[in-house]
T-cell receptor, first 115, second 111 residues
Framework: GAVVSQHPSWVICKSGTSVKIECRSLDFQATTMFWYRQFPKQSLMLMATSNEGSKATYEQGVEKDKFLINHASLTLSTLTVTSAHPEDSSFYIC???????????FGDGTRLSIL | QKEVEQDPGPLSVPEGAIVSLNCTYSNSAFQYFMWYRQYSRKGPELLMYTYSSGNKEDGRFTAQVDKSSKYISLFIRDSQPSDSATYLCAMSAGNNNDMRFGAGTRLTVKP
C-alpha cells in the first residue's frame, strides 16, 4: 500500500526554537498533502492543505506565519513551526493524497514537545 | 450538529467478540467512506475504503454503508487484543480536500 514517511517522529526543544517536520510520499506523486494536529484523546484537526507549487490553504484560526508550509515537489511537504512555545506542543500528522477521490494516507506523526 | 458523529467510547470487549463501530453523518453529498485505525502515538492507517452504499469485507473486517439512513458501520469479527486502537470514520463527497473525520472510538479488546 501507499507509504507516507514523516520525520522526525519525536522532537523536544526549547521555547523559541523553530522546528521543521518533513512529510514524504514514497509510493506515489502527491498533488495534495495535508497537515493535522491532534491533541490527546481527540480527533484530527486539519491545519492546512498543501498543494505542490502553490501556497498552502490554511484553516480558520491557524496562523500561517506561525506554521509555514512548503510543498516544493510532488513527494515532499514540510511544516515549520516558527518560534515554538509550550502551547505548540502537540502531535502533528501529515497525509498525502493522489487523485481527488482517493483516500488520504497518513504518516506516523511527529510528537513535538516544547520546554 | 456536527457533519460526522461518532461515539468516542471507550468500548471494551472480551477477546473473540464481534465489535460494531458506527458513524452517522448529515451531508447527503458524501459518497466515499473510510475507516482508519490509529494505534497510540501513531498515524491513522487506512482499513477500509468504500464507495456509495453496500458492504465490503476484508478478512475479519466488514464495512457497511447505508446512505438512505446516513449511517456507516465497521464490524470486527473474532476480535483480538491487537485490534485495541482508536477507530476513525471518514467520508468525502469525492474531493479529498473536503474529507471529514469522526471523533474516533477507542476500542480495547481484553485477553
Amino acid at each position: 500500500g501507499a507509504v507516507v514517511s514523516q520525520h522526525p517522529s519525536w522532537v523536544i526543544c526549547k521555547s523559541g526554537t523553530s522546528v521543521k517536520i518533513e512529510c514524504r510520499s514514497l509510493d506515489f506523486q502527491a498533488t495534495t498533502m495535508f497537515w493535522y494536529r491532534q491533541f490527546p484523546k481527540q480527533s484530527l484537526m486539519l491545519m492546512a492543505t498543501s498543494n505542490e507549487g502553490s501556497k498552502a490553504t490554511y484553516e480558520q484560526g491557524v496562523e500561517k506565519d506561525k506554521f509555514l508550509i512548503n510543498h516544493a515537489s510532488l513527494t515532499l511537504s514540510t511544516l515549520t513551526v516558527t518560534s515554538a512555545h509550550p502551547e505548540d506542543s502537540s502531535f502533528y500528522i501529515c497525509s498525502s493524497a493522489g487523485p481527488s477521490n482517493q483516500p488520504q494516507h497518513f504518516g506516523d506523526g511527529t510528537r513535538l514537545s516544547i520546554l | 450538529q456536527k457533519e460526522v458523529e461518532q461515539d468516542p467510547g471507550p468500548l471494551s470487549v472480551p477477546e473473540g467478540a464481534i465489535v460494531s463501530l458506527n458513524c452517522t453523518y448529515s451531508n447527503s453529498a458524501f459518497q466515499y467512506f473510510m475507516w482508519y485505525r490509529q494505534y497510540s502515538r501513531k498515524g491513522p492507517e487506512l482499513l477500509m475504503y468504500t464507495y456509495s452504499s453496500g458492504n465490503k469485507e476484508d478478512g475479519r473486517f466488514t464495512a457497511q454503508v447505508d446512505k438512505s439512513s446516513k449511517y456507516i458501520s465497521l464490524f470486527i469479527r473474532d476480535s483480538q487484543p491487537s485490534d485495541s486502537a482508536t477507530y476513525l470514520c471518514a467520508m468525502s463527497a469525492g474531493n479529498n480536500n473536503d474529507m471529514r473525520f469522526g471523533a474516533g472510538t477507542r476500542l480495547t479488546v481484553k485477553p
